[in-house]
């Protein structure tokens, strides 16, 4: 199995479910209250963890009451923790969650998750440049990404970016990135000045365009292809577009085409949504295997 490195970052996330999401300034009653583990970083690092990559996570988090259960469930699941440092004086992340209607809105706190920076990252130069991928997203700080981004351009590391939550990004980022990984809100974003069409086309074999229940669009060099997802019925959508990120990164860097990479992951999200809270629905490979449309040939 491949090793992955994931930078990003740590959270609890504090989940309501209602039947009705409230408007501006209404209270509404809701049907159930749970807390779960979270962020974009740990999410992905537990979804490659349980399709059996060895994890390492690059990531903070703050002196309170959460922080010890956000890094021993990262440990729990398999995810190598030794890089994972505390910040004083500081919460550890945190994200609101309103389920309703199968679908999720969210109010994300950074916490220490800001205090991810360049020294940082280059501090564990020598964990990355061991790693045969690496992963980053956008809830730690742009210097933090530039810094992962230049180790692997050096290391010529595989070096995956899921631009989410969207910001505007360095052209110099995105350069180094061997696979971007945008839904189609951020695409959008990211190339207002075309199509996604258009932007698959000209970022060929690196853009690859999440999409939703319709599957993950990309461009082969010649021409494009929309890859479909698996229909289930979703409980909770929360996790599903990390769940893709964390299985992506295990096919790929297991040497599974773009195309099957995409399938596996898109399979592994379709599991994820089928259960509550953004780590509770993600598959083992054993959950993988055991379904109908795993492919033997994929042989992980």
């Known amino acids: 199995m491949s090793k992955i490195l994931v930078l990003g970052s740590l959270s609890t996330d504090f989940v309501a479910t209602t039947d009705i999401r409230p408007d501006v300034g209404e209270t509404v009653q809701g049907n159930s209250f749970f807390t779960t583990f979270g962020g974009k970083g740990s999410n992905q690092a537990v979804a490659a963890s349980r399709l059996e990559s060895k994890v390492i996570m690059l990531g903070k988090v703050g002196d309170d009451s959460f922080a010890n259960s956000i890094v021993d469930n990262l440990s729990d699941n398999g995810v190598d923790v030794s890089c994972v440092e505390s910040v004083t004086h500081t919460s550890s992340g945190a994200a609101v969650i309103t389920i309703s209607d199968s679908d999720n809105s969210i109010v994300y706190v950074p916490g220490a998750n ?22 980053a997203q956008h809830e730690v700080s742009e210097e933090a990404v530039e810094a992962l981004a230049n180790i692997c351009e050096e290391g010529k590391i595989p070096f995956v970016l899921n631009p989410a939550p969207y910001r505007k990004v360095k052209e110099s980022i995105l350069e180094k ?33 999440t999409m939703g229940s319709q599957g993950v669009f990309f461009n082969d060099g010649e021409k494009s292809h929309l890859v479909p997802t698996f229909k289930v019925d979703a409980v909770d959508t929360t996790g599903a577009g990390d769940t893709f990120i964390g299985g992506f990164s295990t096919a790929i860097s297991n040497g ?43 042989n992980l």
């Open 114 to 135: 800001g205090c991810v920076d360049a020294e940082y990252v280059n501090k564990y130069k020598k964990e990355i440049l061991s790693c045969d991928i690496a992963v």
């Open 177 to 209: 990135a061997t696979y971007l990984l945008p839904n189609e809100s951020e695409c959008k974003l990211l190339y207002p000045n075309l199509s996604i069409e258009e932007a698959v086309a000209k970022y060929p074999n690196k853009l690859l365009v």
């Open 256 to 298: 599974l085409s773009i195309e099957d990479s995409i399938t596996l992951a898109n399979l592994a999200a379709s599991q994820s949504v089928t259960k509550m809270g953004a780590q509770g629905g993600m598959p083992k490979l054993e959950d993988l295997k055991n379904n109908k449309n795993y492919k033997s040939s994929w």
